[in-house]
């Protein structure tokens, strides 16, 4: 709860309410990690478990009712409720050091109503620790190009890993990654056709390159759930295809992967067909 010491209670005449904003954060963090998904269950958790919340905070009142939970938090400040979020994840994980980050854009199934739309979170992962690291969240899908620097300014990711598909590949956001003393994996694809073709260019004549040694190559094999995935990732410093002007525009690419993902299905009714995936 310290961490969110900071977040200012949006009522007005904070004398006259029975619930202290502090008694409420605790109450719906502690439920929704115990899976409540609306205030109604976070509100029945709260009542369930008010003997073991009262071993941190008084709760003279009980519990407050689903519609004092929903109408508080709609009237918490987004950006320093985010802030507060983000400062507790880091003392989960004070250093991000040698892990990886997985930024990634979701829209939330349910969240749309006739007069609002579906909500659109980007969010930071890290799968290390297995918690979320932090969230913004956008208009759109299309929004996430600007949502991504935001979420990258709350995180310290120094000596980190960041990865993002292809909706992050930019030249802005890979400067701020570096900038934050991180390194990155980002996808690309015809959203960047010039880089796109100048990497699958590198990786042409692959069985050349395999053996002159300039391409690298690791094979792994996933058995699970009736189908074989064989993982092909295939990897190149050598930066000669992207020519000097792209050199200049991304000047901190150190290497190129290509990843060849081949399934076969080997039960069931689909036994025997097979698909393939180059990224």
Not at 33 to 54: F, H, M, N
Not at 105 to 119: D, I, P, V
């Amino acid at each position: 709860m310290d961490a969110f010491d900071s977040l200012e209670d949006p009522r007005r005449r904070l004398a006259s309410c029975d619930y202290p904003l502090q008694e409420l954060l605790l109450t719906a963090l502690c439920a929704i990690s115990s899976g409540a998904d609306d205030w109604v269950e976070v509100a029945i958790w709260g009542k369930g478990q008010i003997d073991w919340l009262r071993r941190f905070l008084p709760f003279a009142n009980g519990i407050a009712s689903h519609d004092t939970f929903s109408r508080v938090f709609a009237l918490l400040d987004a950006k320093g409720f985010e802030a507060c979020f983000i400062d507790w994840m880091e003392r989960l994980c004070p250093s991000l050091r040698g892990h990886a980050i997985h930024i990634d854009g979701k829209s939330l199934r349910g969240s749309h109503n006739g007069c609002q739309a579906m909500a659109h979170l980007v969010s930071a992962w890290d799968s290390a620790a297995g918690v979320t690291l932090g969230q913004v969240k956008t208009e759109s899908k299309s929004n996430e190009i600007t949502a991504i620097p935001q979420l990258l300014s709350l995180l310290d990711v120094r000596g980190a890993t960041v990865t993002i598909d292809a909706m992050g590949c930019q030249r802005e956001i890979v400067k701020q990654i570096t900038d934050q003393g991180a390194d990155f994996i980002i996808a690309v694809k015809n959203n960047q056709p010039t880089l796109a073709q100048a990497v699958e260019l590198a990786f042409q004549d692959e069985a050349q390159g395999l053996q002159q040694g300039r391409l690298q190559q690791d094979i792994t094999l996933m058995k699970d759930h009736g189908r074989l995935e064989t993982r092909r990732c295939v990897v190149t410093r050598d930066l000669s295809t992207l020519g000097s002007a792209l050199k200049s525009a991304w000047p901190d690419i150190r290497s190129l992967v290509m990843v060849h993902s081949q399934r076969e299905f080997t039960s069931g009714a689909h036994k025997g067909q097979a698909s393939s995936e180059w990224r």
